[in-house]
């Protein structure tokens, strides 16, 4: 059974860090790109930071460059986003899966991808 699942969400003020985690199982992870999609309330979901499975290459997307940093440990089939100076426009719920396309240009995934199920992060003072 294919899953992934996230976790370290929570709660900051303005300026704060968080770090999520996702942890996969049921498929071979080492194979797979892996990102971070953030969904904010009454938006669409985005792809904001991925990274490569051949060459550990990354994506970001301009509204996180900077703060955000991505990670994967494919021995222990897991991959993070450390998530620091979290400003207002960053709350919302975060997944994690596995992208069809990286490139300069971001990173995408659909339906038939793996994902999450989700990890919720606000920010406010």
């Known amino acids: 059974q294919v899953q992934l699942v996230e976790s370290g969400g929570g709660s900051v003020q303005p300026g704060g860090s968080l770090r999520l985690s996702c942890t996969a199982s049921g498929f071979a992870f080492e194979h797979y790109a892996i990102g971070w999609f953030h969904q904010a309330p009454g938006k669409e979901r985005e792809g904001i930071s991925c990274?490569?499975?051949?060459?550990?290459?990354?994506y970001y997307a301009d509204s996180v460059a900077g703060r955000f940093t991505i990670s994967r440990d494919n021995a222990k089939a897991t991959a993070s986003l450390q998530m620091n100076n979290l400003i207002p426009e960053d709350p919302g719920v975060y997944y994690c899966?596995?992208?069809?396309?990286?490139?300069?240009?971001?990173?995408?995934?659909?339906?038939?991808?793996?994902w999450g199920k989700g990890t919720v992060v606000n920010v406010s003072s």
């Open positions: 990274i490569s499975n051949v060459d550990n290459s990354h």
């Open positions: 899966a596995t992208p069809y396309h990286i490139s300069d240009h971001g990173c995408f995934a659909d339906a038939q991808d793996y």
